[in-house]
T-cell receptor, first 112, second 111 residues
Framework: DTEVTQTPKHLVMGMTNKKSLKCEQHMGHRAMYWYKQKAKKPPELMFVYSYEKLSINESVPSRFSPECPNSSLLNLHLHALQPEDSALYLC???????????FGPGTRLTVL | DAKTTQPNSMESNEEEPVHLPCNHSTISGTDYIHWYRQLPSQGPEYVIHGLTSNVNNRMASLAIAEDRKSSTLILHRATLRDAAVYYCILRDWDNTDKLIFGTGTRLQVFP
């Protein structure tokens, strides 16, 4: 299995909702990442997990809460989002932080 | 983080070679040069990376200038499937957690 899967593919939520994005990989990778990508812009790094510990938080607002329950799974919990948070959320993994990153197809999030 | 400069867009015809340039005049000695591409409606995918010497793999070749201030990604025979945004990224050996994407080059391939 050489892919990163993300669910759901699409998500529409209101500003008062709580939802979660899920990312999974079974390549034995020890580093996992969340990126945010606005339309026609490059991806922007949000969080990095290394060996299931949060190693980088790029000053992301607390309404985004990452979680790494085990080495294969990465979640992004969403609460009280704003319409400007609408974007494509990409998950990636790598063998460790020095190796190439493998990206999932992303979750397209719309906040109403 | 050192920055890269790429043309906004380029065009090619199918089966012709494509040379995608990248300028990185402030590159440091510990920066690797990485290339990723993002096909429409997909996440980015790794293409190639190098430090000082030219590199080849099944997808592309990377030519690095002797002073390392610029590099060129070479697709030897473009196909329609190569239409994508190509990102040239500097990745610090001492801080490899971060992948900082620039604005990239949108490559169009015509039949």
């Amino acid at each position: 299995d050489t892919e990163v899967t993300q669910t759901p593919k699409h998500l529409v939520m209101g500003m008062t909702n709580k939802k979660s994005l899920k990312c999974e990989q079974h390549m034995g990778h020890r580093a996992m990442y969340w990126y945010k990508q606005k339309a026609k812009k490059p991806p922007e790094l949000m969080f990095v997990y290394s060996y299931e510990k949060l190693s980088i938080n790029e000053s992301v607002p607390s309404r985004f809460s990452p979680e790494c329950p085990n080495s294969s799974l990465l979640n992004l919990h969403l609460h009280a989002l704003q319409p400007e948070d609408s974007a494509l959320y990409l998950c990636a993994s790598s063998q460790d932080s020095e190796n190439e990153q493998f990206f999932g197809p992303g979750t397209r999030l719309t906040v109403l | 983080d050192a920055k890269t400069t790429q043309p906004n867009s380029m065009e090619s015809n199918e089966e012709e070679p494509v040379h995608l340039p990248c300028n990185h005049s402030t590159i440091s000695g510990t920066d690797y040069i990485h290339w990723y591409r993002q096909l429409p409606s997909q996440g980015p995918e790794y293409v190639i990376h190098g430090l000082t010497s030219n590199v080849n793999n099944r997808m592309a070749s990377l030519a690095i200038a002797e002073d390392r201030k610029s590099s060129t990604l070479i697709l030897h025979r473009a196909t329609l499937r190569d239409a994508a945004v190509y990102y040239c990224i500097l990745r610090d050996w001492d801080n490899t957690d971060k992948l900082i994407f620039g604005t990239g080059t949108r490559l169009q391939v015509f039949p």
